[in-house]
């Protein structure tokens, strides 16, 4: 089968050496293929090497099955961790809900305006608060009884991304398994504080003087996964727990669209349960 | 003895009822005493009653004396807790240092531009690195050995109030008891995040976006007082632990100035390990 | 006609003087009224003195035209101005709009959340972009094809509060004056700096690292009426206009939906073309 | 003569084209050279390329001079604008101050504590009351009466960059054109509103809800210079124009702190009045 990219997203992680970039743009440069951005990161510590390679494949000399052939080699070479994405695809995103609104119209108005490069065919719920949303935007809705039934919706909606956006559930190991860093979720307190529930009681109760949201990938730990991006709004004395959580709504809403953004940019690379987001 | 003052600072805590504010500025109005600045705050949850009033006694008739008595027994009556200030009065302000400057410099050059309504006699340290800052500023330097030197040191300079400016040692708990919300400490951390050493190792090693510094009274529990200011700052994965430790020092030294400034005009009420902190 | 409130937003301007907070607030007191909250604020350069009181008629041993001469009675010995508000009564908001949607769904979005004190009867727009809207949240929608129209549709639908939420007209003079300090515009630059049409290239064109916005009330000076609220994000050379025009929505939103929220909970004084934002 | 560096900045400017990248990493890995840094810009409307590049000599198998030849060659090519930086020489810096302090001490003490890779051999001044902070740390003074005495100053210390640390005086043109680019001023006020004197009584008489400073490069016309770094601080009716000045000192220290890093660095690339700060 031949793929045909107008665009395409290199990422590679390799053990840090001399020659990386000089090795992959120049195979680049001689497939006539033109790069629109380059962000590379070392690890001094780890000695890793992390570059994300935007290009351009209008004018190429080659397919993308001899592109990849070429690069892998260089990747075998490198002893390296390599992966391609169509920047223009798609992807099919399920947003997963229990009665807070916010975040999810965020998401859908986002994506409306073309701010978001995905599809969102699903709205899934154990609840039927969220199905007024599903029908002012014209998305199937699912309400669940159980998170067994999760699955079989994602299989059969081709499902690439889950997005949690206060979807009070655990959700369970098999599907953590399966979407490895493909589950993004919104947690509304400034971890690693305030894990579990009720961050902005225990903010309250703690007396902070600022409270945060945090996007993450989510693992079998909870609220432990790899941090994606986080927010932060400045609170005093005068904020209830309830003005706290009003407040705190536009930060949630706001990290894990950019967290969602970013994920669909292919921008993130996961190692040793922290990210690099290149922005 | 005849106290004389140009201002005055109330503070007055009480149970929440009808007519406290009636009756404790009708008092002032009556002695011809000009309110410049009235803050209150109701705690729903514990009702109780929080107000701050800053006054102009300029064209009062009558003494402190007597205006203390007439409030005094307006406080009785509302089972209240209260206390008086001289905002024009310089306290005395200790500095405790290990090795880090920053933060000290930053507090005798706002003295120095008249930000900060104090004296700043001495500076204490274990080590000898900080010499240097109280040649520069000639204030006197006590090298200690042993925290049990400091009480003495501290009665000796009539000392009002103690700054842990990165002074990396615990303070003997007799001190502790004495200078009860009297003492404010800077720690390197997004509190309740982070306690204890080396919290930028530790959010490197947690992979957060965001980093933080907390300025807090100290109480027996370490890094537990009641926070005053918080402030925090981006980081993403090009951060080393040097570079956060850099970036750091800047939130640092701005949440511990806002935290003495505030002390020092006595804008600060301490209630269940909370602050309020009046703007 | 007997007005019956259960709170009350009290707001005086006056000439500084002694005393005015005790007797407004024995007032108060003597009625059995409850106080909520008070704010005060003295401007030393005009001498004039601003109070907002919240206050829990719910107990109160008068009725509200007769605490209505009280008031008025010191009023007029202070030479002030004075005004009462209903906190508990809904406004009527029209929302004005033209192509942008993100600042009309997230006032949408807040209404139905419950974060905003007011009805929203109509959206406006000369175009037909934004009917999709208002059939998602079952609002009238008026296409309108001339600012004359107006006047009308504001007067049938008994609108007291309007909001232009990137409305790219201007408003005829008759209705400025007719809704002064009525009329709330978002304007998608940090004002004073890039006034008129296009803000976004204009920050691009001179290259500065932070780009804003601002909520104003509308007057006849384009672009110069007094600033309600302000918020700003960083940029960068990467930076097109188009992502500066994506990243600035995101503050836009923000601020016109707390200079709204602060209109709508009866917050804002206006003096000399500026506004005291009681928080 | 033979240039010995252990680490380089190269900075290249050209149209944009394909293969820039490969072709300038091939040159060093050929000459096994490490790459540390590599950050690329392409600004679509000029359709220009700008790359910086930071990379370790350590084991390279050529001495600079020929290094510089080949790169040369490349450059002339690719019809660009090339410069070589060795990261690891000190500028020297002259400050230039008027009465304002702070933003001179935290220069001072930044460099002390290692955050800034320069030497500070003078401090210049049109009144005396800064000689204190010279003798504090040990740094020569210059009061000058006129400003034609500064390029004699400039030349016989060798300055590389000169700080215009809130100095309130036009600086002559001569000047500014031998040291183009080589002149930061730190500006007290949210350019491009509020140019010229007293900004933040422009900023009070506005009332506007934000306040910012801004660092720039000198050019011929005043506060028009291409901008480097902007940072904002919230206000409020409450602020009176001393309280912002009081303020704005953190802000406009930082900002110029910024600035003069990314400038000691070699991250700045100028180009159309505008900058392009690598971070």
């Not at 440069?29 to 290009?55: G, M, P, T, W």
């Not at 892998?72 to 009665?99: E, Q, W």
């Amino acid at each position: 089968m031949t793929i045909i990219m107008d665009k395409i997203v290199i990422q590679l992680i390799c053990p840090d050496q001399q020659g990386i970039i000089a090795q992959i743009t120049s195979i680049l440069y001689d497939c006539k293929i033109n790069i629109l951005s380059i962000e590379q990161h070392v690890d001094d510590n780890e000695k890793k090497f992390y570059i994300r390679i935007l290009a351009d494949l209008k004018n190429a000399n080659i397919a993308f099955n001899q592109l990849d052939k070429k690069i892998s080699v260089l990747n075998n070479k490198l002893n390296g961790k390599l992966t391609f994405h169509n920047p223009t695809k798609k992807s099919n995103v399920a947003i997963l809900g229990t009665k807070e609104s916010e975040p999810i119209y965020d998401l859908l108005i986002k994506k409306k305006a073309g701010d978001l490069n995905c599809n969102i065919p699903i709205i899934i719920s154990n609840h039927n608060n969220l199905k007024i949303i599903s029908k002012q935007f014209d998305i199937a809705y699912y309400k669940i009884n159980n998170n067994n039934e999760l699955l079989d919706i994602f299989n059969k909606n081709n499902i690439d991304l889950i997005v949690l956006a206060r979807y009070m559930q655990i959700i369970p190991q098999n599907i953590i398994e399966q979407y490895k860093n493909k589950i993004i979720n919104i947690h509304h307190g400034f971890l690693p504080a305030f894990k579990g529930p009720n961050p902005y009681r225990q903010a309250f109760e703690k007396g902070v003087k600022i409270i945060g949201a945090t996007a993450h990938y989510v693992t079998e730990e909870l609220d432990e996964g790899p941090i994606l991006y986080q927010d932060v709004v400045n609170i005093n004395h005068k904020h209830s727990v309830n003005e706290m959580i009003q407040l705190g709504r536009g930060i949630e809403r706001n990290v894990l669209y950019k967290a969602v953004k970013a994920h669909l940019n292919h921008k993130i690379i996961v190692y040793n349960n922290k990210t690099i987001v290149f922005n």
